[in-house]
């Protein structure tokens, strides 16, 4: 007698261990007969699909089932009777408010003490926080292939364009080496950011740090979250203003001040635009002129490349002791489109003095 108790007690014992086990799960957990009617439903398949097991309990399995998914269920049902351990799958299941799932499902045969098959346990896991990893993966790989593709095509423009100008092989080493760091340091903000953008201030700042001379640079305007394109076609732009000024403006002197300054304004047709402008004054130096900036692939880059590639227009200038560059160009061509409303009340950043 005390032997039949006890045995009864360890079998209490387990059942309400695995009770235990099933009901803390967070994965769904829910059993079904060979008609596919649900007759157990465990707190995280309430959670999952937002029915409560009262309402679960003794209705179809179909209710969670898409329509155009329903032969699903009787394919899953016919494997079962067949004794089939059916190997975990992706799909998706309907929620009670009528949204979708994705899912992943393990699905087992259920027998009784006589090894019967009478009916079969779902296990169900969320994997839409996965599958949308997944996405964002892949989303960001084409983004990637697309910009490397893109890469190439401007370092092969500059090697074309910058062989044109130089016969000193030396030179034309220096010149592209140059060129193509710029590059990569735009790509390193953007990298930063998984291709979001990048901050117009921090932009200038890495692309004049090569140079030197923080103390003679000032920077002022609006916080502005640049577009990769916008990033990659101003860093550019800003590598070759400062490569001319460090070699033969505002940073190849003490006395020399470069002033950056951008705000955002309306315009002709009442759209918002941004005005760019580099300025810089140096002591006169009388007829000494940077010749390949004049010429060469800077002014392409400066009055063709950056302003077209943005839909805008820019100017560059020179006289003694001073050299300017401003750009125009639509506010929805540079920033970031989801920062619109933002930059509308934006304040300028105060002026920046290292």
């Known amino acids: ?41 465990n707190g995280a398949a ?12 003794g209705r179809s399995m179909l209710m969670l089932v898409p329509d155009h998914l329903r032969d699903e269920e009787a394919d899953i ?26 899912v992943s499902l393990t699905i087992s045969p259920i027998r009784n003490i006589t090894g019967e098959i ?32 893109n890469q190439f095509a401007v370092i092969l423009s500059m090697i074309r364009e910058t062989s044109k100008r130089s016969t000193d092989p030396r030179e034309f080493e220096e010149l592209i080496r140059s060129r193509i760091m710029a590059l990569s340091r735009s790509h390193d903000l953007l990298v930063n950011s998984d291709w979001a953008g990048a901050s117009l201030f921090d932009l200038v700042q890495e692309q004049l740090k090569p140079f030197g001379r923080e103390e003679q640079v000032s920077l002022s305007g609006p916080l502005l979250t640049l577009q990769p394109n916008a990033v990659q076609n101003l860093g550019m732009a800003f590598h070759e203003l400062g490569t001319n000024s460090s070699k033969y403006g505002a940073l190849a002197c003490d006395a020399g001040r470069l002033e950056i300054t951008w705000q955002i304004a309306n315009g002709v047709s009442g759209n918002r635009e941004i005005h760019l402008a ?34 805008g227009s820019a100017v560059l200038k020179r006289s003694p002791g001073h050299l300017s560059w401003s750009l125009t160009a639509p506010l929805e061509s540079i920033i970031v489109p989801q920062l619109g409303a933002e930059i509308a009340a934006a304040d300028s950043e105060p002026s920046f003095r290292p």
């Open 46 to 57: 309430q959670r999952m699909f937002g029915y409560a097991a009262e309402e679960a309990v």
């Open 77 to 102: 049902i016919g494997r079962v009777r067949n004794g089939e351990r059916v190997a975990s799958y992706e799909t998706i299941r309907q929620r009670k408010d009528g949204s979708f799932i994705a």
């Open 1 to 41: 007698m005390e032997m039949a108790s006890l045995a009864a007690s360890t079998n209490v014992s387990a059942d309400a261990r695995l009770a235990a086990i099933v009901d803390s799960s967070f994965d769904a957990i829910i059993s079904k007969d060979l008609n596919s009617i649900i007759t157990s439903w």
């Open 278 to 311: 580099w300025d810089e004054t140096m002591p006169k130096q009388g007829e000494r002129r940077d010749e390949s900036t004049r010429k060469g692939f800077g002014t392409v880059v400066l009055q063709r490349v950056a302003p077209q590639s943005l839909n």
């Open 118 to 149: 009478i009916g079969a346990s779902k296990i169900a896991r969320d994997i839409t926080a996965t599958r949308e990893s997944e996405r964002r993966i892949r989303h960001l790989l084409r983004e990637v292939n697309h910009r490397v593709k």
